[in-house]
């Protein structure tokens, strides 16, 4: 049995822990129970996410927990950084934005593989996403 | 880490078994563009069959060096995309459009030999 608060956190600071993140990403979703397109589905949107805080960041960290309500359960991703903040959000949540000239897929791709995303911005504080996927 | 890259007659050969981090896809690109350059390779198969995740900076990784081997003059075929990598691609919004693609290393090949000889 899964503990219900289960709760671990990968530091992102050099390129390597995005590997790491999403490798663990991917085990703690199978342990969960998602199948095999969804463990590549969560694991791509970890490793989208640490990117993102390597390039633009530069260190930060990845928290995975186990959740579940009445009915299902899933697995909730906290990206979080203390980065340069965002000072837009509507213009990166816009198909196609970028600023690094196209390295990464940006967040509406993130927000497509999952079944929630949230995004906290304060600009010169940093950054948090918040992306959720349930089992079915 | 280094992926190793084989030559077949004039086909070079490449099988990708590890995960992708960024590093080895960067050193892959440029020992693929040099091994085309030494062996006078015409065709290359990338077989990814078992690559579990390609995400938005690999697969950009892999789109690049399809054209810069084009410009060498030589033609890469992606071969054995999973079917997860495929549909978590499409939902990150990238197409790979340009990029021929084969089933498997078998087709790839077949694939190869008929642009080949257009």
Known sequence: MMDNHFQSCIPIQKEWDIVAARQQGRDFSKQIGFGAVDQARI?????????????YAQK????FEYI??????????????????????SRVMEDGYTTSGGLGAGLPGIKRLMDHFDIYSEEGKGTEVTIQKWLR | MRIPILKLHNYLL??????????????????????IHETWATG???????VEIIDSYIAKILGDVVSMSDLMGAKVVL??????????????GIHLKDVP???DLEQGLIKLRQELEE
Not at chain 1, 43 to 55: D, F
Not at chain 1, 68 to 89: F, L, V, Y
Not at chain 2, 14 to 35: G, H, M, V, Y
């Open chain 2, 44 to 50: 290359v198969v990338i077989d990814l069959t078992s």
């Open chain 2, 79 to 92: 071969t054995g995309i999973q079917p997860a990598v495929a549909m978590t691609l499409i939902d990150l």
């Open chain 1, 68 to 89: 579940e309500d009445m009915e299902h359960k899933g697995i909730k991703i906290i990206a979080s950084d203390e980065g340069p903040g965002i000072s837009d959000i």
């Open chain 2, 14 to 35: 490449i099988s990708i078994q590890t995960e992708l981090d960024d590093k080895t896809a960067i050193q892959f690109q440029e020992d693929l563009l040099n091994k």
């Open chain 2, 101 to 103: 693609t084969a089933l």
């Open chain 1, 60 to 63: 930060g960290a990845i928290c």
């Open chain 1, 43 to 55: 694991a791509t949107a970890i490793s989208e996410l640490a990117r993102n805080i390597y390039l």
